[in-house]
Protein backbone atom coordinates (compact mmCIF):
# COMPACT_ATOMS: atom_id res chain seq x y z
CA UNK A 1 0.00 0.00 0.00
CA UNK A 2 3.15 2.59 0.35
CA UNK A 3 2.66 2.38 -3.48
CA UNK A 4 -0.89 3.51 -3.49
CA UNK A 5 -3.26 6.41 -1.98
CA UNK A 6 -4.26 9.20 -4.43
CA UNK A 7 -7.08 6.54 -5.66
CA UNK A 8 -8.32 6.32 -2.42
CA UNK A 9 -8.15 9.36 -1.58
CA UNK A 10 -10.85 10.28 -4.24
CA UNK A 11 -12.92 7.08 -2.93
CA UNK A 12 -12.86 9.32 0.39
CA UNK A 13 -14.38 12.02 -1.56
CA UNK A 14 -17.36 10.30 -3.17
CA UNK A 15 -18.28 7.72 -0.52
CA UNK A 16 -19.47 10.37 2.14
CA UNK A 17 -22.92 10.99 3.38
CA UNK A 18 -24.54 11.94 -0.06
CA UNK A 19 -23.61 8.59 -1.80
CA UNK A 20 -24.98 6.70 1.87
CA UNK A 21 -28.03 8.85 1.39
CA UNK A 22 -28.81 8.53 -2.29
CA UNK A 23 -27.81 4.88 -2.32
CA UNK A 24 -29.82 4.47 0.22
CA UNK A 25 -32.82 5.93 -1.53
CA UNK A 26 -32.49 4.49 -4.73
CA UNK A 27 -33.04 0.77 -3.18
CA UNK A 28 -35.41 1.51 -0.83
CA UNK A 29 -37.83 3.60 -3.15
CA UNK A 30 -36.47 1.18 -6.73
CA UNK A 31 -35.02 -1.79 -5.33
CA UNK A 32 -32.34 -2.95 -8.05
CA UNK A 33 -33.68 -1.03 -10.93
CA UNK A 34 -31.32 2.00 -10.54
CA UNK A 35 -27.81 -0.20 -10.33
CA UNK A 36 -27.34 0.23 -13.73
CA UNK A 37 -26.60 4.02 -12.86
CA UNK A 38 -24.04 2.87 -10.29
CA UNK A 39 -22.29 0.92 -12.59
CA UNK A 40 -22.19 3.74 -15.38
CA UNK A 41 -21.09 5.70 -12.72
CA UNK A 42 -18.04 3.71 -11.45
CA UNK A 43 -17.21 3.23 -15.04
CA UNK A 44 -17.06 7.09 -15.90
CA UNK A 45 -15.47 7.53 -12.49
CA UNK A 46 -12.28 5.11 -13.92
CA UNK A 47 -12.50 6.82 -17.28
CA UNK A 48 -12.42 10.36 -16.17
CA UNK A 49 -9.91 9.69 -12.74
CA UNK A 50 -7.41 7.91 -15.26
CA UNK A 51 -7.21 10.85 -17.44
CA UNK A 52 -7.23 13.17 -14.19
CA UNK A 53 -4.21 10.62 -12.98
CA UNK A 54 -2.32 10.86 -16.71
CA UNK A 55 -2.46 14.46 -17.04
CA UNK A 56 -0.96 14.70 -13.09
CA UNK A 57 1.84 12.47 -13.80
CA UNK A 58 3.15 13.63 -17.51
CA UNK A 59 2.57 17.09 -17.24
CA UNK A 60 3.29 17.42 -13.85
CA UNK A 61 -0.19 20.18 -13.51
CA UNK A 62 -3.56 20.08 -11.72
CA UNK A 63 -6.20 20.49 -13.73
CA UNK A 64 -6.67 24.44 -13.22
CA UNK A 65 -3.48 24.74 -13.45
CA UNK A 66 -3.57 23.14 -17.29
CA UNK A 67 -6.95 25.40 -18.20
CA UNK A 68 -4.52 28.18 -17.66
CA UNK A 69 -2.08 26.99 -19.49
CA UNK A 70 -4.37 26.16 -22.81
CA UNK A 71 -6.68 28.97 -22.20
CA UNK A 72 -3.77 31.16 -22.28
CA UNK A 73 -3.92 33.55 -24.81
CA UNK A 74 -7.40 33.01 -25.96
CA UNK A 75 -10.50 35.33 -24.97
CA UNK A 76 -11.86 32.59 -23.34
CA UNK A 77 -9.50 32.50 -20.44
CA UNK A 78 -11.45 34.79 -18.00
CA UNK A 79 -14.39 33.27 -18.30
CA UNK A 80 -13.07 29.75 -18.22
CA UNK A 81 -11.05 30.89 -14.96
CA UNK A 82 -14.04 32.44 -13.39
CA UNK A 83 -16.54 29.17 -14.02
CA UNK A 84 -14.02 26.84 -12.19
CA UNK A 85 -13.59 29.29 -9.20
CA UNK A 86 -17.06 29.73 -9.05
CA UNK A 87 -18.30 26.37 -10.50
CA UNK A 88 -16.34 24.24 -7.75
CA UNK A 89 -16.52 26.57 -5.22
CA UNK A 90 -20.06 26.88 -5.07
CA UNK A 91 -20.32 22.92 -5.72
CA UNK A 92 -17.99 22.32 -3.26
CA UNK A 93 -19.65 24.23 -0.68
CA UNK A 94 -22.92 22.79 -1.32
CA UNK A 95 -21.36 19.52 -1.54
CA UNK A 96 -19.30 20.51 2.27
CA UNK A 97 -23.09 20.93 3.50
CA UNK A 98 -24.13 17.58 2.39
CA UNK A 99 -21.00 16.23 4.16
CA UNK A 100 -20.96 17.78 7.36
CA UNK A 101 -24.74 17.58 7.78
CA UNK A 102 -24.38 13.60 7.52
CA UNK A 103 -21.19 13.41 9.71
CA UNK A 104 -23.39 15.38 11.97
CA UNK A 105 -26.48 12.89 11.92
CA UNK A 106 -24.38 10.30 12.15
CA UNK A 107 -22.87 11.65 15.55
CA UNK A 108 -26.17 12.25 16.52
CA UNK A 109 -27.10 8.77 16.01
CA UNK A 110 -24.53 7.08 18.08
CA UNK A 111 -24.84 9.83 21.04
CA UNK A 112 -27.72 11.85 21.46
CA UNK A 113 -28.17 15.20 21.28
CA UNK A 114 -28.64 18.42 18.94
CA UNK A 115 -27.02 17.25 15.44
CA UNK A 116 -26.74 21.45 15.13
CA UNK A 117 -23.82 21.14 17.92
CA UNK A 118 -22.31 18.22 16.33
CA UNK A 119 -22.16 20.19 13.09
CA UNK A 120 -19.98 22.79 14.15
CA UNK A 121 -17.65 19.80 15.77
CA UNK A 122 -17.10 18.57 12.70
CA UNK A 123 -16.46 21.71 10.91
CA UNK A 124 -13.59 22.35 14.01
CA UNK A 125 -12.67 18.90 13.36
CA UNK A 126 -11.95 19.57 9.75
CA UNK A 127 -10.58 22.83 10.12
CA UNK A 128 -7.62 21.40 11.97
CA UNK A 129 -7.09 18.07 10.30
CA UNK A 130 -6.47 20.30 7.12
CA UNK A 131 -4.23 23.01 9.26
CA UNK A 132 -1.62 19.88 9.08
CA UNK A 133 -0.58 21.57 5.74
CA UNK A 134 1.04 17.87 4.28
CA UNK A 135 -0.49 16.31 2.14
CA UNK A 136 0.49 13.00 3.46
CA UNK A 137 -0.83 13.35 7.06
CA UNK A 138 -4.05 14.05 5.04
CA UNK A 139 -4.15 10.91 3.14
CA UNK A 140 -3.12 8.66 5.97
CA UNK A 141 -6.25 9.47 7.91
CA UNK A 142 -8.50 9.33 5.20
CA UNK A 143 -7.02 5.93 4.13
CA UNK A 144 -7.55 4.88 7.56
CA UNK A 145 -11.50 6.14 7.09
CA UNK A 146 -12.04 4.60 3.99
CA UNK A 147 -11.10 0.82 5.49
CA UNK A 148 -13.76 1.98 8.52
CA UNK A 149 -16.18 2.48 6.14
CA UNK A 150 -15.51 -0.36 4.04
CA UNK A 151 -16.01 -2.94 6.87
CA UNK A 152 -18.99 -1.31 7.82
CA UNK A 153 -20.69 -1.21 4.42
CA UNK A 154 -20.10 -4.60 3.70
CA UNK A 155 -20.99 -6.27 7.05
CA UNK A 156 -24.06 -4.58 6.62
CA UNK A 157 -24.51 -5.88 3.35
CA UNK A 158 -23.96 -9.44 4.04
CA UNK A 159 -27.31 -10.06 6.29
CA UNK A 160 -29.07 -9.10 3.14
CA UNK A 161 -28.31 -11.07 1.01
CA UNK A 162 -29.30 -9.84 -2.42
CA UNK A 163 -30.69 -11.11 -5.32
CA UNK A 164 -28.11 -12.04 -8.01
CA UNK A 165 -30.41 -12.29 -10.63
CA UNK A 166 -32.14 -9.09 -10.14
CA UNK A 167 -28.77 -7.68 -9.54
CA UNK A 168 -28.06 -8.27 -12.87
CA UNK A 169 -31.18 -7.45 -14.35
CA UNK A 170 -31.05 -3.78 -12.93
CA UNK A 171 -27.21 -3.27 -14.51
CA UNK A 172 -27.96 -4.60 -17.50
CA UNK A 173 -31.35 -2.76 -18.93
CA UNK A 174 -30.96 0.91 -18.04
CA UNK A 175 -34.60 1.97 -16.84
CA UNK A 176 -36.11 5.42 -15.79
CA UNK A 177 -39.44 4.59 -13.52
CA UNK A 178 -41.48 7.45 -12.54
CA UNK A 179 -39.86 9.76 -10.13
CA UNK A 180 -36.80 8.63 -10.86
CA UNK A 181 -34.53 10.87 -13.08
CA UNK A 182 -33.47 13.33 -9.59
CA UNK A 183 -32.20 10.08 -7.77
CA UNK A 184 -30.42 8.86 -10.95
CA UNK A 185 -28.21 12.41 -11.61
CA UNK A 186 -27.52 12.56 -7.67
CA UNK A 187 -26.20 9.20 -7.81
CA UNK A 188 -24.25 10.16 -11.13
CA UNK A 189 -23.35 12.89 -9.09
CA UNK A 190 -22.19 11.66 -5.75
CA UNK A 191 -19.67 8.91 -7.66
CA UNK A 192 -18.28 10.69 -10.72
CA UNK A 193 -17.81 14.07 -8.57
CA UNK A 194 -16.36 16.84 -10.61
CA UNK A 195 -14.04 17.89 -7.85
CA UNK A 196 -11.98 15.16 -7.61
CA UNK A 197 -10.86 15.89 -11.23
CA UNK A 198 -8.55 18.68 -9.80
CA UNK A 199 -7.88 17.09 -6.84
CA UNK A 200 -6.60 13.25 -8.55
CA UNK A 201 -4.35 15.44 -11.04
CA UNK A 202 -2.70 17.40 -7.73
CA UNK A 203 -2.73 14.31 -5.83
CA UNK A 204 -0.40 12.38 -7.98
CA UNK A 205 2.28 15.12 -8.68
CA UNK A 206 2.71 14.90 -4.87
CA UNK A 207 2.48 11.48 -4.43
CA UNK A 208 4.77 10.06 -7.29
CA UNK A 209 7.83 12.99 -8.34
CA UNK A 210 10.05 13.04 -11.37
CA UNK A 211 12.45 10.88 -9.64
CA UNK A 212 10.19 7.31 -10.19
CA UNK A 213 9.90 6.36 -14.31
CA UNK A 214 6.98 7.59 -16.36
CA UNK A 215 5.78 4.65 -17.40
CA UNK A 216 6.10 2.78 -13.91
CA UNK A 217 4.04 5.73 -12.23
CA UNK A 218 1.36 5.72 -15.32
CA UNK A 219 1.11 2.34 -14.62
CA UNK A 220 0.97 2.21 -11.02
CA UNK A 221 -1.53 5.19 -10.91
CA UNK A 222 -4.08 3.12 -13.21
CA UNK A 223 -4.03 0.21 -10.89
CA UNK A 224 -4.18 2.08 -7.72
CA UNK A 225 -7.41 3.97 -10.10
CA UNK A 226 -9.04 0.66 -10.81
CA UNK A 227 -8.61 -0.83 -7.63
CA UNK A 228 -9.81 2.19 -5.24
CA UNK A 229 -12.50 3.02 -8.13
CA UNK A 230 -13.89 -0.33 -7.71
CA UNK A 231 -13.90 -0.91 -4.09
CA UNK A 232 -15.75 2.08 -3.82
CA UNK A 233 -18.62 0.58 -6.42
CA UNK A 234 -18.32 -2.37 -4.11
CA UNK A 235 -19.25 -0.25 -1.36
CA UNK A 236 -22.06 1.90 -2.65
CA UNK A 237 -23.56 -1.55 -3.91
CA UNK A 238 -23.59 -2.70 -0.75
CA UNK A 239 -26.05 0.16 0.29
CA UNK A 240 -28.49 -0.06 -2.36
CA UNK A 241 -28.61 -4.19 -1.76
CA UNK A 242 -29.09 -3.11 1.85
CA UNK A 243 -31.53 -0.81 1.56
CA UNK A 244 -33.61 -2.93 -1.33
CA UNK A 245 -33.56 -5.71 1.17
CA UNK A 246 -34.78 -3.94 4.33
CA UNK A 247 -37.15 -1.15 2.57
CA UNK A 248 -38.08 -1.24 -1.13
CA UNK A 249 -39.07 -5.52 -0.55
CA UNK A 250 -41.29 -5.24 2.56
CA UNK A 251 -43.12 -1.63 1.27
CA UNK A 252 -41.34 0.51 4.54
CA UNK A 253 -40.97 4.12 3.42
CA UNK A 254 -37.25 5.79 3.88
CA UNK A 255 -37.85 9.45 4.45
CA UNK A 256 -35.34 9.96 7.16
CA UNK A 257 -32.06 9.44 8.35
CA UNK A 258 -33.02 7.82 11.09
CA UNK A 259 -35.35 5.55 9.38
CA UNK A 260 -32.07 4.45 7.51
CA UNK A 261 -31.30 3.24 10.70
CA UNK A 262 -33.97 1.95 12.13
CA UNK A 263 -35.31 -0.02 9.81
CA UNK A 264 -32.13 -1.92 9.25
CA UNK A 265 -33.31 -3.76 12.77
CA UNK A 266 -34.56 -7.14 11.22
CA UNK A 267 -30.91 -7.76 9.21
CA UNK A 268 -28.48 -6.53 11.83
CA UNK A 269 -30.69 -6.46 15.18
CA UNK A 270 -29.46 -4.32 17.72
CA UNK A 271 -25.81 -3.32 16.20
CA UNK A 272 -27.87 -1.81 12.94
CA UNK A 273 -28.14 1.79 14.38
CA UNK A 274 -24.47 1.54 15.66
CA UNK A 275 -23.41 0.33 12.51
CA UNK A 276 -25.22 2.80 10.46
CA UNK A 277 -24.16 5.63 12.18
CA UNK A 278 -20.66 5.07 12.70
CA UNK A 279 -20.46 4.75 8.46
CA UNK A 280 -22.12 7.82 8.10
CA UNK A 281 -20.06 9.52 10.35
CA UNK A 282 -16.77 7.78 8.85
CA UNK A 283 -18.29 9.07 4.80
CA UNK A 284 -19.24 12.76 6.04
CA UNK A 285 -15.34 13.29 7.75
CA UNK A 286 -13.58 11.88 4.90
CA UNK A 287 -15.21 13.50 2.07
CA UNK A 288 -15.63 16.69 4.45
CA UNK A 289 -11.69 16.59 4.48
CA UNK A 290 -11.63 16.59 0.04
CA UNK A 291 -14.12 18.88 -0.57
CA UNK A 292 -12.17 21.88 0.68
CA UNK A 293 -8.94 20.20 -0.17
CA UNK A 294 -9.65 19.97 -4.18
CA UNK A 295 -11.56 23.35 -3.97
CA UNK A 296 -8.37 24.97 -2.95
CA UNK A 297 -6.71 23.34 -5.69
CA UNK A 298 -8.75 23.80 -8.30
CA UNK A 299 -8.45 28.01 -7.47
CA UNK A 300 -4.84 27.84 -7.28
CA UNK A 301 -4.49 26.12 -10.30
CA UNK A 302 -6.15 28.63 -12.45
CA UNK A 303 -5.23 31.69 -11.03
CA UNK A 304 -1.72 30.95 -11.30
CA UNK A 305 -0.80 30.73 -7.05
CA UNK A 306 1.26 28.71 -5.37
CA UNK A 307 0.28 24.99 -4.67
CA UNK A 308 0.98 24.53 -1.14
CA UNK A 309 -1.28 23.20 1.26
CA UNK A 310 0.37 25.30 3.89
CA UNK A 311 -0.30 28.38 2.16
CA UNK A 312 -2.57 31.21 3.53
CA UNK A 313 -4.29 31.39 0.24
CA UNK A 314 -5.03 27.85 0.00
CA UNK A 315 -6.03 27.13 3.69
CA UNK A 316 -8.22 30.47 3.03
CA UNK A 317 -10.08 28.95 -0.23
CA UNK A 318 -10.61 25.57 1.85
CA UNK A 319 -11.41 27.39 5.11
CA UNK A 320 -14.21 29.51 3.27
CA UNK A 321 -15.86 26.47 2.01
CA UNK A 322 -15.71 24.58 5.27
CA UNK A 323 -17.40 27.36 7.40
CA UNK A 324 -19.58 27.98 4.39
CA UNK A 325 -20.76 24.48 4.75
CA UNK A 326 -20.96 24.09 8.89
CA UNK A 327 -23.06 27.02 8.54
CA UNK A 328 -25.28 26.03 6.23
CA UNK A 329 -25.56 22.38 7.88
CA UNK A 330 -26.26 24.08 11.40
CA UNK A 331 -29.24 26.11 10.13
CA UNK A 332 -30.65 23.57 7.66
CA UNK A 333 -33.86 21.94 8.49
CA UNK A 334 -33.21 18.33 6.31
CA UNK A 335 -30.11 16.23 5.81
CA UNK A 336 -32.18 13.78 3.32
CA UNK A 337 -32.76 16.72 0.90
CA UNK A 338 -29.61 18.84 1.46
CA UNK A 339 -27.70 16.31 0.62
CA UNK A 340 -29.76 14.74 -2.73
CA UNK A 341 -29.91 18.48 -3.61
CA UNK A 342 -25.88 18.74 -3.35
CA UNK A 343 -25.74 15.73 -5.91
CA UNK A 344 -27.90 16.77 -7.87
CA UNK A 345 -25.57 19.78 -8.56
CA UNK A 346 -22.31 18.17 -8.62
CA UNK A 347 -24.42 16.11 -11.43
CA UNK A 348 -25.23 19.49 -13.44
CA UNK A 349 -21.63 20.94 -13.16
CA UNK A 350 -19.95 17.68 -14.29
CA UNK A 351 -20.84 17.54 -17.93
CA UNK A 352 -18.80 21.46 -17.85
CA UNK A 353 -15.52 19.62 -15.71
CA UNK A 354 -15.49 16.88 -17.75
CA UNK A 355 -15.53 18.83 -21.37
CA UNK A 356 -12.57 20.80 -19.80
CA UNK A 357 -10.48 17.90 -18.92
CA UNK A 358 -10.91 16.46 -22.68
CA UNK A 359 -10.01 19.87 -24.46
CA UNK A 360 -6.86 19.42 -21.98
CA UNK A 361 -6.27 15.33 -22.17
CA UNK A 362 -6.18 16.88 -26.55
CA UNK A 363 -3.16 18.58 -26.23
CA UNK A 364 0.18 17.37 -27.12
CA UNK A 365 1.83 20.32 -26.33
CA UNK A 366 0.91 19.51 -22.34
CA UNK A 367 0.99 15.53 -22.95
CA UNK A 368 3.06 14.60 -25.64
CA UNK A 369 2.47 11.31 -26.70
CA UNK A 370 -0.17 10.94 -23.21
CA UNK A 371 -2.54 12.31 -24.94
CA UNK A 372 -5.64 10.66 -25.47
CA UNK A 373 -6.75 7.86 -28.27
CA UNK A 374 -10.12 7.63 -29.74
CA UNK A 375 -11.40 4.71 -27.45
CA UNK A 376 -10.67 7.35 -23.91
CA UNK A 377 -11.97 10.60 -26.31
CA UNK A 378 -14.87 7.99 -27.04
CA UNK A 379 -15.79 7.14 -23.64
CA UNK A 380 -15.32 10.44 -22.26
CA UNK A 381 -17.63 11.89 -24.51
CA UNK A 382 -20.11 8.94 -24.00
CA UNK A 383 -20.08 10.12 -20.11
CA UNK A 384 -20.86 14.01 -21.20
CA UNK A 385 -23.47 12.90 -23.58
CA UNK A 386 -25.71 10.31 -20.91
CA UNK A 387 -24.92 12.97 -18.12
CA UNK A 388 -26.12 16.15 -20.20
CA UNK A 389 -29.10 14.29 -21.53
CA UNK A 390 -30.00 13.11 -17.96
CA UNK A 391 -29.69 16.58 -16.48
CA UNK A 392 -31.64 18.09 -19.18
CA UNK A 393 -34.37 15.11 -18.42
CA UNK A 394 -34.50 16.16 -15.33
CA UNK A 395 -35.09 20.41 -15.47
CA UNK A 396 -37.79 19.35 -18.44
CA UNK A 397 -39.62 17.24 -15.79
CA UNK A 398 -39.52 19.61 -12.98
CA UNK A 399 -40.65 22.70 -15.75
CA UNK A 400 -43.14 20.25 -16.60
CA UNK A 401 -44.43 19.91 -12.90
CA UNK A 402 -44.12 23.35 -12.54
CA UNK A 403 -46.06 24.63 -15.29
CA UNK A 404 -48.82 21.81 -14.13
CA UNK A 405 -49.09 23.43 -10.66
CA UNK A 406 -47.63 19.74 -9.47
Known amino acids: MKRYGPGFLVVAAFIGPGTVTTASLAGARFGYDLVWALVFSVLATIVLQEMAARLGLVSRRGLGQALRTVFADSRLRLPVCALVVVGIGGGNAAFETGNITGAAAGLALLSGGPAQLWALGIGLLVVCLLAL ?3 RAIERCLLVLVLGMSLVFVLTALPARPSAAELIRGAAWPSLPADSALLVVALIGTTVVPYNLF ?3 DAVRERWTNGLPQPTAL ?7 WLSVSIGGVMTLAVVSTAASAFFVRGIPLDNVG ?3 DQLTPLLGSAARSFF ?4 LCAGITSAITAPLAAAYATAGVLGWQRDLRSWRLRAVGGVIVLIGTGLA ?6 VAAIIVAQAINGVLL ?3 AVFLLIVMNRRELLGQHTNGRLANLSGTLVV ?5 LGLFQLWTAAGRLLSGG
Do not use: E
Not at 219 to 225: H, L, V
Not at 277 to 280: F, I, K, N, T, V
Open 133 to 135: GTY
Open 259 to 261: AMA
Open 199 to 201: LHA
Open 330 to 335: VVGQSP
Open 385 to 389: VVVSA
Open 219 to 225: SIARRDT
Open 351 to 353: PVV
Open 277 to 280: AAGL
